[in-house]
Structure formats: C-alpha cells, structure tokens
C-alpha cells in the first residue's frame, strides 16, 4: 500500500484486535484493575457525533490504562426501556421490543467501526430478562430490609392516555403527546426510601474530590438540607378534628411578619372542606390541572381561596391570620402548610398584594429607615440587616443569626421545636406502561401484597399485547395479570405498574462486573472490579441518574450485592461538552425558516447557498439537533475521512469539558495530517537522515512528548497531549537524525498516538518493526535525564515592557548573560549609544534593563 487508506486499515486492524481478544475483561488479582465506564445510550436508531466524542474519552483512557498494566474493564450495553419504544409502536404499529433491539442492532453495527476498546462479550440491554430478572430480584430484597414502600401519592394523571406522567411530561398543563389537560390524582404507588439517605448522601459529598464541583453542586441543592422550626398555629372556625395547624419554615425569624396561612390543595384540611363546599371543591380542582413539579407551580399564577378559617399567631392570641388553599404549595414537603411573610418572599408579596393583605417588614437594610416596601426585601441570609420586628427587638445581624436565635426563642417559649429537613423525596418508581421492568408483587385477596418467589423470576413481559388503545396494556391483558399468590396459592392478580427506568440505570455499572451471573452481581468480580474509577457522561444526567446511582449502591449494599468499598460506585466522574455546528436556513412562504442539512450546503468565499444556487442564511452554532438539520452524521464522516479522523478531531479541537464546533474544514485538516504522520513512518527508510549528531536532539523530543502526552491523558487534558503529538511530528518532520533513531521516535509516536487513532498507530507501528499490535505494547516512559533542559530562554524586558528574548545555557553567569543582553539588537536600539540605568539578571528567569 502507497498511501494512508483508513478504509482499507481500519477493518483489518479490528479484525485483529478481535482475534487476539485485546479487549476482553480478565479478573486478574496480580495486576490492578481499571473500570472506565461511559453512560450508556439509549437505543433511538442511530449514533450521533456526540456518542463519538463520549466513547472515544472513555476508549483514549481504557486504551492508555491497558498499555500501563491494568487489567481494564470497559463495557457496553443500552438503556432500552421507556416510553419512546411504547410510542414508536403506537406510532408506527409495530412491537416496542422489535423497536427496541432492532435499534439496537444497527447502533452496535455503527459504533464497532470506531475502533473501540469493548469487551462486546458483557453486552446487554436493560429490557433483556435476565438483567431485569435480577433487578426484580433485589426489588424483593430491598422489600425484605424496608427500602421500598406503597402510599398514596399525588402524581399527574393524564385523562387520555390513562398513564401517569413525569413533571417533564407536562407541557403548559397538558400531556405531551395526548395535549389533554393534566389532572392531578391521587393514586397507590411504590417508593424507594431514598429520603432515609438525604443526610449520609449529602455529607458523602464532600469526599468526591475527583467529581466535578458543579455536579456536587447541584446534588447538595437537590438534596437541599435546611434548619428551620416546625410549629403548629391553634385555629378558630375549622372543622373537628382540625383545631391545630403544623408548619415547617426555614425563616422563623419573619414570623413576626406574617399576614397569612395557607395550605396546599392536596392537604387533608383541604381535602375534607372540598367535600362539603363547592366551591372549595371547584377551586381544588383547579389546582389539580396543575403539574405537580416546583417547576410547574412556579410558572403557574398564584391563586388562592379564602377557607374562612383563621389562625392565631404563636406569639398574640388576639393577632389572627386568614387561611387560604394556595395552588403554589407543594404536600410532599414540609407539612403542606405554611405562614406567608410577603415583605421578605416574592411570591408571598404577589399573593398578599393579589389579596389586599398586609406586608408588615420584619427588618430593613442596614441603616435604612422602615419605610413601605414596593417589592420584596429578600437579602442573603449572609448578609446583616437591621431587624425592626425581630424577637430581641430592634438589633442588626445575618439572617442565619436570626434564624438561630427565632429556633431558641421558640423553643424556650414551648412553640415548636428546630427541626432539620431535607428536600429530597422518597422516590416514586410506578409506572402506568407496558414497556418496563414488572414490579415483582401479587396481590392477593387472603394475604395482601406478596412478593414474587425468586424461583419464579424473571416475570416476563408478555409479547402478545395491543397498543390501540391507551392506558396500560398489562391491564387488559387476558392472562398476564391473572397468577396463583406465591404465599396461599389463591387466584391473585399480579401488579401492572412497571419501574421507572431510572431503576435500570441506577445499577448497570455492578451488573457489568458479572454480566451472565444468576444473581444481581457476584462477590468476587464486583469486589474486584468496583468502584467504577472514571466515569464519564453529559451534565444533564448530573442530578437524577448519579443521586439514585448513589442510593442504589447503598442499597446492593445492604442487601449483599456490592461491598462496602462499593457505596459511592463512582471515583472519578467527567461530564463532557457537547459538539455543535452551525445552522442553516432558507425561509419558506409564510417567513419561518426551513432548515438544511450541512451536506445539502455549498460554502465559499462568498458565502453559501444550496446546490441549486439558492442563498442560505448561516445561523449561530449550536449543539446538534434532528429539528434544526445541522446534524453530522459519523457513519458519513467515517466512510468519507476513516473512524481516526472523527476520533482525533472530537479530541483535539477544544478542551473535552466544552463544546466542540464540528467543521468540514477541521475533518479535511485532520486527515491530512494523520495522512502525513503515515508517509513519515512509511519513508523513514528512503528519506532518513544520516547525521547522528541529530539524534540526541530527536531522542530529547521524544521523550519530551513522551511526558506531556502522558500528563495530558492522567489530566483529561486530551486536547493538550494531541497539541503536543502535533509538535512532536513537525519536530520529527524537520530532523535529519539517522533512519535508526527515527524509527525509534516513530515508533513512541505510534505509541503516543495509540489511544487517540488506534487504526493509523497499528499501521505505524508496523511500518517501523513494531512487535506484535500497538495496542499490546506497554506505555512509554520518559528518562528524567533526557527530559533535562541544558538551555533556558529569557525574556528581556526593557522599561518593564518585553521586548526581546535569548537562549543561553542554563548554568551561564550573570556576568555573561549581560554581555549577550548588551549585544541584543533591541537593547542597542533602546540604548541609542548610553548606558543602561540598570541591568537586572534574575537567573533563569529573566533580564530587566532601564534605559
């Protein structure tokens, strides 16, 4: 072969690395062990730049790893159930599982052709029996030891479809794909305890150093520890049964500035008046066409409803506050019931001023006067502020003093005790759909709900199910349901409702250490293998999918399913940047842009237009999207380019934790310089130099480069160690060192360029006498000796402005180095013939002269 033809090369080297099982996971207890794991995707259809970018960060650390000595563990698999299945088969009439794992095939068939280091042997696909087997086999576990639970919860209830629906799925009040108005119902669901967690899973936060500090972050607030004081008014007017009203508030301190109470619509006061007034009723379910995230109350107007019922204030009998049914306030946190402070919460002071209630401040910035407020006052509780309504009276501090000091007041006035809460939530895993893992329960009407025999698992998804009519499928299905109690042998009915599938992803990376055991994991290959020591995936799953990964560690681990060690399953995370490209854009009829694919563009100097000459409008470069067409599509950029110039481009344009802009330009460029790197290798023989004097100068870049690409790899700095490949190769380029040497540097480039494209590095690697494949030789190390500097440059600064540099051995006098200053033909010029003021050497640093 005459020239670099990665269509040709890349297959062959595959096929070689298959059959020498280069990629296969061995427990080895003589070598330590390295598990890099890349979320997983979902199966859609098709693989995006974005996967590539993703797996090749995961691929360039296992490839790195294995060449150090680890043995490494780095496996696939697909996140398979969900409702996109469910409704392609609606959609389209087909089956959610023909769906699914034909997505699967081709997605499989496009990725292997980027070279990846996978050990393909541990595959599997969540909506595969014998992985959801074993998670309805920990499901009953987690029963056993109390981590899972059935309540009644509120949850949004979609009219049409018959399903309940995430807070995602409800769009302006209405469900995504059916447009109906949302209700909210109350309906039976299974929980896993994870609130039993908040505390230890906020605190073990701090020991994840080698976590992002953002997506810490943002688990600590979803978490959301707060120290307030919980309390309860006595009422007047409300129903028996009723006469006290429990609140929680993280601001006890602006309790001498409350105008009212109000309740949440699902609060049991409001229940039990909605039964016996209409009006209540009426407004209630007003509220209850409302979603039931923060999100969705937030953005709703607030409304309330005057019950009519009043409170007294803790602290003056006589001081009563109205209580209303409030659609902003949330039952599942706190107590559903809470006292508004409208001076010091904007909402509160919307409500209030929406219901011509009072705003009494509590307290003022500091040194101003009270005077009446056109909005709400709410400063940091870091900051001071002069307290005017305060229970020491009139005194300026933070509002955490505050806070400290209304919590000891309180209690040593007998009103209400300081409590410690969390916003995390039990976790509702109850799912309304066919395309899921069967929550392993019968009922039965002898002995209750009743845990499935382990011996009867997997419960399996019946195929024969129909999709022409919404609601759950499993629910009318003829036989499925209908099944004998595993505790009486009664007639029973087994439960419809699937698992969230957040369930099958909270545990895969356990499940991968021992794919095919018959038990959710075995000891000896997940005390090997975990924890997961570089795990590497989007920012967007950096709160769900890691928090309940968290819990469901704890959890394997109480039941007997990971070790202790194995309770944070993550060492190190790395959330990626997106790749981007720019749109393009005609206008159609009514004005709205009509989007173009990059294939369907012509770009010039000019500007672009379509093939058909047609102007284009270049649009902003944003991430990829189906909707706008500036997609790239990798199975394209490989048959045109080869799979190494996709990899080496996603990894060589920007650091890995930003966005990548994609270019034809950028993808041309890349490949004629992996091009070039292999006519270097390919002519070392015709065209090596023979002056050995050069050869100490090459060997000290090698290994120069030898210790920046490694420091780039261990740093996730890959775009620094390609910057540094590159530099090494112009280096290479330009040295006439003897065709022996050179092939020497060569091959260490080959090796240093191995986890970035694998396919041109085993080429390489062959050319220049390389034993046996790329992949299987170990890690270059650099000579500390060679990496030595006999010569340092210095700056000259010349009235504190650089101006000018030299190159000097390192060891050189000062003396000396002046000499050389004095000759530079900056300084002659700044000199004009005089003599320097000053002529300052700091060695090895730099040269100051004033003139």
């Known amino acids: ?35 890099v794991l890349e979320m997983f995707p979902y199966p859609s259809g098709r693989i995006h730049i974005g996967h590539v970018r993703n797996y090749t960060m995961g691929d360039v650390v ?11 563990l780095h496996p696939m698999g697909w996140d398979a159930f969900g409702m996109p299945a469910e409704n392609a088969a609606m959609e389209r009439g087909g089956h959610p599982k023909d769906w699914t ?62 399903t309940v629906l995430a807070n995602e799925q409800v769009i302006d009040g209405k469900g995504w794909r059916s447009g109906a108005e949302v209700e909210r ?68 301190d602006t309790l001498m500035g409350a105008s009212f109470a109000a309740i949440s619509p699902d609060h049991p006061l409001a229940k039990h008046l909605e039964r016996h007034d209409p009006r209540i009723a009426e407004f209630v379910a007003e509220c209850r066409r409302i979603g039931t995230s923060e999100e969705a109350l937030e953005k709703a107007e607030k409304k309330g409803l005057d019950t009519g019922i009043r409170v007294h204030h803790p602290f003056d009998k006589t001081w009563e506050l109205p209580v209303y049914i409030a659609n902003f306030i949330l039952m599942d946190y706190g107590t559903g019931a809470i006292f ?84 995390l939530r039990d976790w509702g895993v109850s799912r309304q759909r066919y395309w899921g893992c069967p929550i392993p329960v019968v009922h039965c009407a002898d002995c209750g ?69 018959t038990t959710p994991t075995s000891a000896e290959d997940a005390d090997y293998w975990m924890n997961v020591d570089q795990y590497i995936g989007g920012i967007e799953h950096a709160i769900l999918h890691l928090l309940y990964s968290r819990f469901f560690a704890r959890a394997m681990h109480l039941t007997g399913h990971l070790p202790r060690k194995a309770i944070e399953p993550f060492n190190a995370l790395f959330t990626q940047g997106m790749v981007t490209h720019e749109t393009y854009a005609t206008r159609g009829p009514d004005g709205r842009p009509v989007w173009h694919t990059p294939d369907d563009v012509i770009r010039d100097a000019e500007g672009a237009r379509l093939k058909d000459g047609t102007p284009v409008e270049i ?20 048959a045109r380019y080869g799979a190494d110039t996709a990899r080496w481009f996603v990894m060589s344009d920007s650091p890995p934790e930003r966005d990548v802009e994609w270019t034809a330009s950028g993808a041309e ?10 006519r270097l290798a390919a002519e070392i023989d015709s065209r090596g130099g023979t002056d050995t004097s050069q050869d100490e100068a090459l060997l000290k870049a090698m290994h120069r480069a030898v210790a920046d690409v490694t420091a780039g790899i261990e740093g996730f700095a890959f775009n620094k160690a390609v910057a540094k490949l590159y530099e090494f190769t112009n280096t290479f380029s330009k040295s006439d060192a003897s065709a022996a040497t050179k092939r020497t540097a060569m091959r260490t480039l080959a090796q240093l360029m191995a986890p970035m494209v694998p396919h041109l590095a085993e080429d390489v690697w062959a050319l220049v006498g390389g034993e046996g494949l790329v992949a299987a030789a170990p890690w270059p190390k650099a000579d500390p000796a060679m990496l030595a500097e006999d010569t340092v440059v210095l700056p000259i600064q010349i009235n504190g402005k650089r101006r000018a540099e030299i190159s000097v051995p390192k060891d050189m006098a000062p003396a000396e180095v002046e000499k050389i200053v004095l000759a530079d033909e900056a300084v002659i010029r700044a000199l004009a013939g005089a003599a320097p003021k000053k002529l300052i050497v700091v060695p090895g640093r730099i040269v100051n002269v004033v003139v």
């Not at 296992?62 to 490494?72: F, H, L, M, P």
């Not at 056109?374 to 509780?381: G, L, N, R, W, Y």
């Not at 649009?619 to 490989?638: A, E, L, R, T």
């Open 1 to 35: 072969m005459s020239r670099y033809d990665p269509a040709v090369t890349e297959p062959k080297w595959q096929e070689a690395w298959e059959q020498a099982g280069c990629f296969a996971a061995r427990r080895d207890p003589a070598r330590p062990k390295y598990y």
């Open 62 to 72: 296992a490839r790195y790893k294995s060449s150090c000595g680890y043995s490494v």
């Open 101 to 162: 794992y034909g997505n699967i095939a081709v997605m499989r068939d496009q990725m292997k052709p980027l070279g990846l280091s996978i050990d393909w042997s541990r595959e599997f696909a969540t909506c595969d029996p014998e992985y959801y087997g074993q998670q309805q086999a920990m499901f009953i576990d987690f029963m056993e030891k109390g981590l899972v639970y059935r309540k009644n919860a509120v949850v949004n209830w979609d009219p049409v479809d018959m």
């Open 185 to 252: 119902r109350e309906l039976t669901q299974w929980f896993f305890r994870i609130s039993d967690f908040a505390g230890e899973l906020l605190e073990a936060l701090d020991g994840l150093k080698d976590w992002p500090e953002k997506v810490r972050l943002m688990q600590a607030n979803w978490i959301g520890k707060s120290r307030g004081l919980q309390f309860a008014f006595s009422t007047s007017g409300a129903p028996e049964g009723f006469d006290r009203l429990e609140v929680y508030t993280t601001r006890p």
């Open 340 to 423: 508004g402070c409208p001076a010091h919460d904007q909402r509160d002071f919307d409500f209030a001023t929406k219901y011509g209630l009072p705003i009494p401040a509590v307290f003022v910035a500091e040194g101003a006067d009270d005077a009446p407020l056109a909005e709400a006052f709410v400063p940091m509780k870091s900051e001071r502020v002069r307290y005017v309504r305060g229970f020491a009276g009139s005194e300026v501090q933070t509002g955490d003093e505050a806070v400290d000091a209304a919590i000891a007041h309180c209690e040593a006035k007998g009103v209400g005790r300081g409590v410690t809460n969390y916003r």
């Open 449 to 517: 709900v009743v845990p499935e025999r382990k011996e009867n698992l997997p419960i399996e998804l019946p195929y024969d199910v129909s999709f022409d009519q919404p609601g759950n499928p499993l629910d009318r299905h003829p036989t499925w349901r209908d099944c004998a109690c595993p505790n009486c042998g009664a007639p029973a009915r087994r439960e419809t409702d699937t698992m969230d599938t957040f369930v099958d992803s909270s545990w895969y990376y356990a499940r991968f250490t021992a794919p095919r055991a």
């Open 619 to 638: 649009g902003p470069v944003i991430k990829m999207s189906k909707s706008k067409k500036n997609v790239v599509d990798p199975m394209d950029i490989i």
């Open 669 to 678: 460029a890349t490949q004629k310089h992996l091009a070039r790197v292999w």
